[in-house]
C-alpha cells in the first residue's frame, strides 16, 4: 500500500507547471496588478539597498533642521522631530516595516494552512480538537491578543513577529478549513479515494490547487492590517525601539508634529497605505488570474 | 460470479444530540445480497433514497459497510487472510459520478485526470498520460484537441466521456455506473450509452448501471435489481423483471413509464405519497404502506426472498407460497 502511494511523488507535474504557468500568463497581461507589482518592486528593492540609495544617515540628527517642510534644500521631504532625514528614514523603515508586515503572515499562512486543511480533510475528531483550539485564540481582539503575548515573551522584534504569528494562524486557519471541507465533499476527491490514493496524494493533487488560491487571497490582505499591528506594538514598547526607522514608530513619533507639518508628519502613514493599497490590488489579480473558469 | 454482495448493511445515525446519543437510525441499506456474473450489466433502479447510491459508495468502500462483505473474483475485500486489499479492489472496480462537472477538478487539464489513478498505482507518468490520451480517442474526444482542455471547457457529454475515460484508465473489470447518463440531453445520453456498450464489449467489462430511467436500464442490462428503501423488492432477468413483474412496487414503478404504445397504457393505480420515513422504519414489509394488497401478515413478517423460476426473486407475499396472504400467487 505504501509503496504505491510513494510511487506518486511525481505527481502530474507537466499539469501542475501548466495550471501555474497559465496563471503566470494571464497575471502577465492584467496592467492594473503590473503596475502595482512594480511599484511594490520599487519599494522592496529600495528597502533591501537603502545603504546605497539614501540620501543620507538615518541617525544623524539636527538640532537645527527640525521639522522642515517638504522641498527644503538638502532634505527633499523635510526632517522629523530630531531634524533627521525625513526620505533617509522612509527608506530604511521600509527595511522593519515590510519585514514585520510580511513575516508573520507568511508564517501564518504556512502553519494556519496546515492546520486547517488537515481539520478540513480528515474531518471528524481531528477537525473538532483543531478549531476549538484555533477559537480560543480568537476569543480575544487581535491587538490585545498581540500585546498580551508580546509582552508575555518580552519586547523585541523576533517576539512581536512571533505573537504577530499567533495572532494571524487562527483566521487562515478557519479560511482554509471551510474552503478544504467545500472542497473534500466534491465527487472528484470522492473520484481520487476511489482509484485507490492515499490521503496526502489527495492533498497534493487534488485538494491544494482548489483551496490555496482563497486562502492566499485572504491572507494578502492580511499584510496591511499586520503592519499597523506591528506599529502598534512599536508605539506600545514591544516591537521596534526608537531610534530605528520604522512607518509606524515612525508614524506615532510624528503624530506630536501634526499641526506644525502635516504633510512630513503623514508621509509614513502614505508609505503604510500605499504598501497595502499595492498588495491588495496585486491580490486581486492574481485571485483572477487563478480563476481558471474565466 | 465476479460480485458477489453477502447482507451488505449500512444505518446513518440522524444527528447526534449535544451528548453523543443518536436521535435515530436510517437504514439506508439494509441487508442486500445479490450476485453479478462476469460481463453481465446489473440494471439497479427505484426512487431517490432507495439506496442505490450508498449500495455504489459501499461496494467502492468509499464509506464503511456496517455489517456484510463484499467478494470481487470471489475475493473478500479488505479482509485480512486470502483478501484483496482496497487499493487492489480499487483498480479493479471503478465507478462513474452522476455530476460530471463535480467529478473533476477544475485545476487539472482532463489528461492529468485520467492520468491520476493509474499514477497511484505506479505507473510511470509518461506512460500514464499515454495511456490516458490513447483512452481519449476511445471514448471520441481527439487527444490533439482535447487532452489540454479543462472540465470547464467541455460540454456535459463531452465532460461524462472523460470520466469514463477515467475509470476505464485504471484498466478495471467492474465499473459502477451511478446515474452517469441521468443528467445529459436525451441525444448525447443515446451516444454515451451506446459507447458503454461497445466499451463492454472491447474491455470485457462488467457493468451495475445504476439509474432511475427504466427505458434505459431496460436497454443496458441483462437483469434488474429494484430497490425500495434499502432493501431488494425484486431482482432477476430483464425482460422477466418488465414481462412477469411480481413486485406490487415494480408493477407500480413500470406503470408510471410513460409509453407511446396505446394498447400499453397504464391501468394500475399510480403511486400515491411520498416513501415512508427510512428512519427506524416498521417492522415487516417496508412497501406496506402504499401497497394496494397490503394485509396483516405484511404488517409482521418481512418478505424474504421467494424463489421464483429462473432466478427471479421477488420480496412478496403475494409470491412467496404458503405466507398466509389471501391473494397468494395472484400478484401476476
Known amino acids: 500500500m505504501s509503496a504505491v502511494v510513494d510511487a506518486i511523488q511525481l505527481a502530474p507535474a507537466a499539469a501542475a507547471h501548466g495550471y501555474w504557468r497559465s496563471v503566470f500568463s494571464r497575471l502577465t497581461r492584467d496592467k492594473v496588478a503590473l503596475t502595482f507589482f512594480s511599484i511594490l518592486v520599487l519599494i522592496f528593492v529600495a528597502a533591501i539597498f537603502a545603504p546605497l540609495i539614501a540620501p543620507s544617515d538615518p541617525y544623524a540628527s539636527s538640532i537645527l533642521n527640525r521639522l522642515k517642510p517638504i522641498g527644503t534644500p538638502g532634505h527633499l521631504l523635510g526632517t522629523d522631530e530630531l531634524g533627521r532625514d525625513m526620505l533617509t528614514r522612509l527608506i530604511y523603515g521600509g527595511r522593519l516595516s515590510l519585514l514585520m508586515g510580511l513575516a508573520p503572515v507568511v508564517l501564518a499562512f504556512a502553519v494556519g494552512s496546515f492546520l486547517g486543511i488537515t481539520a478540513g480533510f480528515v474531518g471528524g475528531r481531528v477537525n473538532t480538537a483543531i478549531m476549538r483550539t484555533v477559537d480560543v485564540f480568537y476569543a480575544f481582539p487581535s491587538v490585545l491578543l498581540a500585546v498580551a503575548i508580546s509582552g508575555a515573551l518580552g519586547a523585541g522584534i523576533v517576539n512581536a513577529l512571533v505573537s504577530l504569528t499567533i495572532v494571524f494562524i487562527p483566521p487562515i486557519a478557519r479560511v482554509a478549513e471551510s474552503v478544504t471541507t467545500q472542497v473534500r465533499s466534491l465527487d472528484f476527491v470522492e473520484a481520487a479515494r476511489a482509484s485507490g490514493a492515499g490521503a496526502p496524494t489527495i492533498i497534493r493533487v487534488h485538494i491544494i490547487g482548489n483551496v490555496l488560491g482563497p486562502i492566499f487571497i485572504y491572507a494578502t490582505s492580511l499584510i496591511s492590517v499586520c503592519m499597523i499591528l506591528a506599529s502598534g506594538l512599536s508605539f506600545l514598547g514591544l516591537g521596534t525601539k526608537p531610534p530605528q526607522p520604522e512607518w509606524g514608530l515612525m508614524l506615532n513619533t510624528l503624530r506630536t508634529a501634526i499641526f506644525q507639518n502635516p504633510w512630513v508628519a503623514a508621509l509614513p502613514g502614505m508609505m503604510i497605505f500605499a504598501v497595502s493599497i499595492c498588495f491588495n490590488l496585486l491580490s486581486d489579480g492574481v485571485r483572477q488570474a487563478m480563476d481558471v473558469t474565466r | ?332
Open chain 2, 1 to 332: 460470479m465476479i460480485l458477489q454482495v453477502k447482507q451488505l448493511k449500512k444505518y446513518f445515525s440522524t444527528g447526534k444530540s449535544f451528548f453523543g446519543k443518536s436521535r435515530g437510525t436510517v437504514h439506508a441499506v439494509d441487508d442486500i445480497s445479490f450476485e453479478v456474473a462476469a460481463g453481465e450489466t446489473l440494471g439497479i433502479v427505484g426512487e431517490s433514497g432507495c439506496g442505490k447510491t450508498t449500495a455504489a459508495r459501499l461496494l467502492m468502500r468509499l464509506i464503511e459497510p456496517d455489517e456484510g462483505e463484499v467478494l470481487l473474483e470471489g475475493r473478500r475485500i479488505g479482509g485480512a487472510q486470502g483478501g484483496m486489499s482496497l487499493t487492489e479492489a480499487r483498480r479493479r472496480m471503478q465507478m462513474v459520478f452522476q455530476d460530471s462537472y463535480a467529478s473533476l477538478n477544475p485545476r487539472l487539464p482532463i489528461e492529468a485526470s485520467i492520468a491520476f489513478g493509474p499514477m497511484v498505482h505506479g505507473v510511470a507518468e509518461r506512460e500514464a498520460l499515454k495511456r490516458s490520451r490513447d483512452l481519449l480517442a476511445r471514448v471520441g474526444l481527439e487527444p490533439s484537441r482535447f487532452a489540454a482542455r479543462y472540465s470547464h471547457e467541455l460540454s456535459g457529454g463531452q465532460r461524462q466521456r472523460v470520466n469514463i475515460a477515467r475509470a476505464l484508465a485504471l484498466q478495471p473489470r467492474v465499473v459502477i455506473l451511478d446515474e452517469a447518463v441521468s443528467a445529459l440531453d436525451k441525444s448525447v445520453e443515446a451516444q454515451v450509452l451506446n459507447l458503454l456498450l461497445d466499451l463492454k464489449t472491447e474491455f470485457g467489462l462488467t457493468y451495475l448501471f445504476i439509474s432511475h430511467d427504466l427505458n434505459v436500464v431496460r436497454y443496458m442490462s441483462d437483469r434488474v435489481m429494484v430497490m425500495y428503501l434499502g432493501k431488494i423488492a425484486e431482482i432477476g432477468p430483464v425482460e422477466s423483471i418488465y414481462r412477469e413483474t411480481g413486485h406490487p412496487y415494480t408493477r407500480a414503478l413500470l406503470s408510471a413509464m410513460p409509453t407511446l404504445d396505446p394498447d400499453r397504457r397504464t391501468t394500475e393505480p399510480p403511486l400515491a405519497g411520498d416513501p415512508p420515513n427510512p428512519i427506524d422504519p416498521p417492522p415487516g414489509c417496508r412497501f406496506r404502506a402504499r401497497c394496494a394488497y397490503a394485509e396483516s401478515v405484511c404488517e409482521r413478517i418481512d418478505p424474504a426472498d421467494a424463489v421464483g423460476h429462473s432466478g427471479h426473486l421477488i420480496a412478496c407475499h403475494m409470491s412467496i407460497p404458503r405466507s398466509g396472504h389471501t391473494r397468494q400467487g395472484l400478484a401476476q
